[in-house]
């Protein structure tokens, strides 16, 4: 299937979750808020929460200088 | 009442639908809190100055130092060594004499945040710290005090607004304990314009709230410099959370 990830195409297997998203991607888990289609999730989600074709993916720096 | 000198000095926001006498007298009235006198806090601290904010509570515990002055924009090369909460006030008090400023040599802790915060109609966070931040978030929550909280690093820059009367998401939700922060801005580094636009925006967004303007919450905004984007992501409430989870979370 086909989803989006902070703006680029990605081809991605069916019933992927977005844990396994993240791992594939190499991206730390712990350095990052996670939206789908604009909407936050919430990181005891990331585990359950299974991709569907066309989701757009987000995945945020946390950021906390000023 | 406005006196003519007020209406002369707040002439060109009083024009504006969004502020107007009514408001005006609302910003006059309002008492401020803005933690933190930062790349952000310097932006949005001087923008309340001059639109009238009644009561401004500035809480730094650093001093100015040389390398900040590329993004900080109320302190000079002279005050450099000194204390930048003394410096902000005093810059503001040329800026506008007719407001009350209360300036602090203080880094908020869990033994002063409630004393710190109390009485505040609203608070900026404004800090460089993920520790800082959830210190704020928490202490907001408890009193039930809104929060515009926006950080800065690189070219990007993230706004959050968050009241605790509303069934979203809360700072802790966005990055609950346990999340890393990258290195701090000298490290990481930051362009002075982008921190400021984002302390700019806290500054609009305390305007519209003082004045009784609609304003979006529980929202993350999330800016680009490099490309001139936004994106806004919305934020519910995790039931895990320990400070506004429960009730409507997810």
Known sequence: ?66 | MLSDEQYLRYAAQIATATVGEHGQQALARAQVTVVGLGGLGCAAAHYLAGAGIGRLTLLDADVVQLSNLQRQTLYSTADVGHAKADCAAKRLAAVNPTISLQAMQQRVTAANVCQLLSGSDLVLDCTDNLASRYLINDQCYALGIPLLSAAAEGMNGQLLCLHPQHAHGCYQCLYPSGVQQSAACERVGVVGAVVGMMGTLQALQAVKVLTGTEVEWGKLFLFDGLNLSWQSLNLPRSVQCPRCGGNDGN
Do not use: C, F, Y
């Open chain 1, 1 to 66: 299937m086909e989803i989006n990830v902070n703006g680029r195409p990605l081809t991605a297997v069916a019933d992927l979750s977005l844990q396994q998203l993240l791992q594939q991607q190499g991206v730390n888990g712990k350095a990052i808020a996670v939206a789908i289609n604009d909407d936050v999730v919430h990181r005891e989600q990331w585990p359950t929460l299974t991709l569907q074709p066309g989701d757009r993916v987000t995945l945020v720096t946390v950021v906390a200088g000023g």
